[in-house]
């Protein structure tokens, strides 16, 4: 089956432009994550989903990143006034999550900002 | 809180060489322990993980790590090196299964 899919894989845009990631996840998968990658850095998480809700959204770094499930499958990522320090690489995750046991995270390839 | 240390941002061995890659973790929890592989341009690949059960983990690709709750380390160990290893490495460690904390990542070079 299709593995987790991120578009655009590439996005450029001009500071303080807003922007939108989009994440689509193994089908099934109930729990959805979302990390950022800087340059010579490991992921650092941002946001996780559990359905359509946020259950964990202690990783954004302030209120111009805001991220939404509304149907408990697709996920977009939106930043708003971007700023250089906001090029990263943007990873989704995605989960088949089952209480009690741990349940693998399935990464998708990345969408790479650049903040001109 | 948790968190991790990778030893070594590059690490350079031979074609057929010991690889050994470090991590050490910090967790005021029993931990879930995780390797990943990235290649360029492409996403995290799991390559082993621990999750209380044996403390020696054989993975993917020939690669195994021992969970030394002792020395509060997993490190990453290969017998012989190939080419096709040559990557970026990354420890991570979880305390509920939920968010990953990644280490800043080992570089592999493999020299021919």
């Known amino acids: 089956g299709a593995g987790v899919s991120q578009t655009p894989s590439n996005k450029v845009t001009e500071k303080g432009k807003y922007v939108e990631l989009r994440c689509d996840p193994i089908?099934?998968?109930?729990?959805l994550y979302w990390y950022r990658q800087s340059l010579g850095q490991g992921p650092e998480f941002l946001i996780y989903?559990?359905?359509?809700?946020?259950?964990?959204d202690s990783g954004l770094p302030n209120d111009r990143f805001f991220a939404v499930r509304p149907e408990g499958s697709v996920s977009t990522l939106k930043i708003q006034r971007t700023e250089r320090g906001d090029s990263a690489v943007y990873l989704c995750?995605?989960?088949?999550?089952?209480?009690?046991?741990?349940?693998?995270?399935?990464f998708g390839p990345g969408t790479r900002l650049t903040v001109l | 809180a948790q968190s991790v240390t990778q030893l070594g941002s590059h690490v350079s061995v031979s074609e057929g060489a010991l690889v050994l890659l470090r991590c050490n973790y910090s967790?005021?929890?029993?931990?879930?322990l995780f390797w990943y592989v990235q290649y360029p341009n492409q996403g995290l690949q799991l390559l082993l993980k621990?999750?209380?059960?044996?403390?020696l983990v054989k993975g993917i690709n020939g690669f195994e790590a021992e969970f030394k709750k002792s020395e509060t380390s997993f490190h990453l160990t290969k017998p012989s090196a190939h080419m096709s290893d040559a990557a970026e490495y990354f420890c991570?460690?979880?305390?509920?299964?939920?968010?990953?904390?990644f280490g800043t990542g080992t570089r592999l070079t493999i020299i021919p």
């Open positions: 995750a995605s989960s088949l999550r089952v209480a009690g046991y741990y349940n693998e995270q399935f």
């Open positions: 089908s099934g998968h109930t729990a």
């Open positions: 989903f559990q359905g359509t809700g946020a259950a964990d």
């Open positions: 967790s005021s929890v029993p931990p879930y």
């Open positions: 621990y999750t209380s059960a044996a403390t």
């Open positions: 991570a460690v979880t305390a509920g299964g939920e968010k990953l904390t």
